[in-house]
């Protein structure tokens, strides 16, 4: 059963827009929130997280927000650049289970001129 | 600092056959873990281990699926006998501490043919 879920496939922005990625899980386990961004022929690259502890956190264009009650997590990206054209993912990890991380199936961004 | 390495880059190999993937972890990092991709879907995890010991398995499809991890250093994955549903990219994984962000390499991407 696929516990973190992004519904949204792809995504496409013009540049200098925001770009914003949803994510549901349904693991209430669930504690420390990731998200990474893959380009074709690498392996995901980190990007940013959230501590089920906190609501928002911000790292220059990146920020991310948390509502644990919707079992929901964003990411959005201020201003969207060419370079973000890249397939992200969603993780989330719990404790009790030492970490491991559950993706979702990615959304490809696409980040037109 | 070198990042996690993975070998081969790509492997084709004929149901049936056996084919050994490598991981080298960044180094330092104690916690070791590999995931594999799909059909493009999901990435999802396979065994983590904490130095030379597995930590889970949980993951591993089946009995086809051996980890090792010798002296706590590379890791390797075999596959024995290779089947057609094991295509997919096989990803590596490190880091520091369970908690946190995990490092990937590259990928590894068998087709079974």
Known sequence: DQQVKQNSPSLSVQEGRISILNCDYTNSMFDYFLWYKKYPAEGPTFLISISSIKDKNEDGRFTVFLNKSAKHLSLHIVPSQPGDSAVYFCAASALSNDYKLSFGAGTTVTVRA | ?113
């Open chain 2, 1 to 113: 600092e070198a990042g996690v390495t993975q070998f081969p880059s790509h492997s084709v190999i004929e149901k049936g056959q056996t084919v050994t993937l490598r991981c080298d972890p960044i180094s330092g990092h104690d916690n070791l873990y590999w995931y594999r991709r799909v059909m493009g879907k999901e990435i999802k995890f396979l065994l983590h281990f904490v130095k030379e010991s597995k930590q889970d398995e949980s993951g591993m499809p089946n009995n086809r699926f051996l980890a090792e991890r010798t002296g706590g250093t590379y890791s390797t994955l075999k596959v024995q006998p290779a089947e057609l549903e094991d295509s997919g990219v096989y990803f590596c994984a490190s880091s520091q501490r369970a908690y946190g962000e995990q490092y990937f390499g590259p990928g590894t991407r068998l087709t079974v043919t």
